[in-house]
């Protein structure tokens, strides 16, 4: 039979997880430096389409993002040349 959680069980492990690393572990390099985050609330519908880009072209959210934008970009600098904007 196993033990149900009780409160202060859960408090332990809370209380593990922050502890600080032990020294052997080397610091994680920030990939991130010097980049931007930008974030949106997208309906489920749109949630959706962002699963299926990401698992059809094998990218990540932000090179799913940058590729989009990239595009979005291109086609209006496009429309901009010949007078459509």
Known sequence: MSKKPTASSFLDVMKRQQEPATKAVKPVKNTRAGLKHIGG?????TVEKVAILRARLNLDNSQLIKKAIEELFERENAARKFGDR
């Open 41 to 45: 609330y997208l309906d489920a519908d």
